[in-house]
């Protein structure tokens, strides 16, 4: 089992940067790929960045571009997602989700894909 818990969520203006975090505990050895997804008010759970816990590589999605960048600290079983120059259409709960499987290629992008998840944390963006 592996266990997820995001932080870093909150209020912020557009324009404005936050970091959220997601540690990772228990069985952190099988997790092959992490991801962040983010559900809005009334829609689906959407797609944001993902990454290959080996190999580092990334994958983002169009709308976050230049703006979004995951990274990962192994030694700390962490993953972050800065987020600059956010968007009043960012806001959104964000949550952190896990793959123990092995993953072939580019780092999956359905939620799916992902067998563990943290409970989120709020985004709010002001205009």
């Known amino acids: 089992q592996v266990q997820l818990v995001e932080s870093g969520g909150g209020l912020v203006q557009a324009g404005g940067s936050l970091r959220l975090s997601c540690a990772c505990s228990g069985r952190t050895s099988s997790v092959s790929a992490m991801a962040w997804f983010r559900q809005a008010p009334g829609q689906g759970r959407e797609f944001v960045a993902a990454?290959?816990?080996?190999?580092?590589?990334?994958l983002h999605t169009d709308s976050v571009k230049g703006r979004f960048t995951i990274s990962r600290d192994n030694a700390k079983n962490a993953v972050y997602l800065q987020m600059n120059s956010l968007k009043p259409e960012d806001t959104a709960v964000y949550y952190c989700?896990?793959?123990?499987?092995?993953?072939?290629?580019?780092?999956?992008?359905?939620?799916?894909?992902?067998?563990?998840w943290g409970q989120g944390t709020q985004v709010t963006v002001s205009s």
């Open positions: 990454i290959k816990s080996v190999s580092g590589v990334t």
């Open positions: 989700a896990a793959r123990d499987t092995y993953v072939l290629g580019a780092p999956p992008t359905v939620a799916t894909q992902y067998n563990y």
